[in-house]
Structure formats: C-alpha cells, structure tokens
C-alpha cells in the first residue's frame, strides 16, 4: 500500500496571495571619473565655441571679423579725411588692439577731438566777426537790422488797369447781402419801399457790367413778378469802363384806367356855347418811383480775384 507524500508542517499560501518582487539589477551603473565642462555661448554668433577658462565673451573667429572690420573701417576713414583740405585724419588703430593699447588709442582720439574743438572756435568767431561787419554795412545804408519781414502779396489785375472806386450817387450807407436771393427776399418784407443793397460776385470775363445790369433786372422782375411795376426801359446815368448805372422807371399808373372824354355837342351851336375843357396834366398821376441798379469793380477779394459789386436801389412813394 502506497503512503501519501510528506507535506512540510506549514500551510501553503494561495496562488492569489503570492506576490512576486523584482530582482535587484546585477551590477549598479558607475560615476565616470572625470566629464568634459560645458563650453560657453559665444555673444557674436551664439555658438558654444568658448571654453570656460577663456576670460572673452566672443570666440576667437568672430574676434577677428571685429579686427577686420576696425581696420576697414579706418582706412575708410583715412581715404575720406585725405580728399577734404585742411582736415587732419582720423587715426589709424594698431593691428593688434587688446586691452592694454585701448588706452593709447582713446588718448589719440581725446587729442584729435580737442584738436577739433579749437578749429570749430575759431570757425564761431570768424562768423561771429563776420556778421558784425555785414551788419554795421547794412546799418550805415540805412536798412534793416536784417530780420524777416512779411511782405504783402500785390494783387494782380487780369486786364492790367487800375481799379476805379466810384462815388455812390444816392447809395448812402448800403445794407450789405450775402448774395441777390437774400437782398431779393428782402424787398417785399418792406412797408415803405426805400431800400438799398449791396452784394458782390466773381466777375465773369464775358459779362460786362452793362450786361450785368439787365441781367439782374430781369431776375428781380422773375422773383418780385406779382408786385413788379418798373418798366423795361432804362435810363443810363453813369456809364464807363469801370462802373455802369441805370435807372429803370415806375409805371405803377399806366395800369389806372383813364377818365373819359367829355361828349362834344352834335351841332355847330352847341359846340360854340360849350365851356372849353381845361388841359389835362400828362404828369400828374405820374410815379417818381424808380429802380436803379449800378455794378462796378469790386477788388475787395484778399486774393487777386477780380469781382463786380451789385448796387440795388428801391424808391417808391
């Protein structure tokens, strides 16, 4: 008969419960002996070309570009100074600038700036010596002390002739209008017709003054037309090239009927018996109403435009 197997004196833990730890590694990395410093970011071309114990802030490649170009750059300087006269040049830098021949170099530029400095000075007085003569030669002539002055711009005729200024004849003291609608708006707005105005426009090569005149008559007759009794038939008081007047007449009793003749007698008697008539007067029911309108030059413009003044006169009794 077979015995069981030995089983040790210990319960076996469950597969579940078994929990399995990783091995150690077998051999732990070492630290090297020694590694190799970082280099240091050149400032010129940003490359780490600069090793630690190198007191610079560049490499030495763009070490000598600086160098190269100091040296163009000086001779450069030196080409410029030798086509100017009377102009010392610039001096020239060693080839081999460090540190310590800096200091030699800034006491040369010191020199040749002071040496600037005095030829500048003596430039000052010269001018200075020189204005005082200019001056005093002004001053003994009789002009100016030799400051700016603003000049006034001439006004420029565009026929080249002299701008005339006629005396008003009965335009005492004119109401000055913006333009002819506003001085035409104007006259119905009044219970007693005595007005005067005046307005000015740019004058127009083609239109002559006398031209003008009729042009504004036929506009107040379009505008005041319900109210409009002054005849087209004008009457020209003063007449040249610089001004032109004329008066337009009332003809507010030519709408008024007339009276009618007194009937002669049929026969030769009663025509020797009858009264004779008394002359009828032609001027009694006349109007001394009148219109008159008068353009002249107007250079009043601050430009050199040449304009025309427009004079409206209104009387009615």
Known sequence: MDLPPKSSSLPRAPQKLQYKFPKPPLQLPTATASQPAAMKVCSGCHKPRITPSDPYKTCKKCRDKEKEKRKRRAERDAAAASLVPNRKPAPTPPTGIGRKPLLEVRDLSRAGLADFGKVKGEMVVKREETKKVVVGVKRE????????????RPKLEPHARVPFHAP?????APTSYQSSTSLIHAIPSLRSVAFTGVYSIVANPTTSHSRRVHKVYKELKRELKPSWTFGASSTVIDSNPYIHRAQFPCTCTAAVPTR??????????????????????NDAGKCAGYLRITVSDDDSHWLPIKGQKVVVQVEHP
Do not use: H, I, T, V
């Open 141 to 152: 002539a009789g002009a100016d002390d030799g400051l700016p002055r603003f000049m006034k």
């Open 260 to 281: 009618p003749q007194p009937s002669k007698p049929k026969n030769l008697m009663g025509y020797f018996s009858s009264s004779p008539s008394p002359l009828e007067d």
């Open 168 to 172: 008003p004849l009965d335009d005492f």
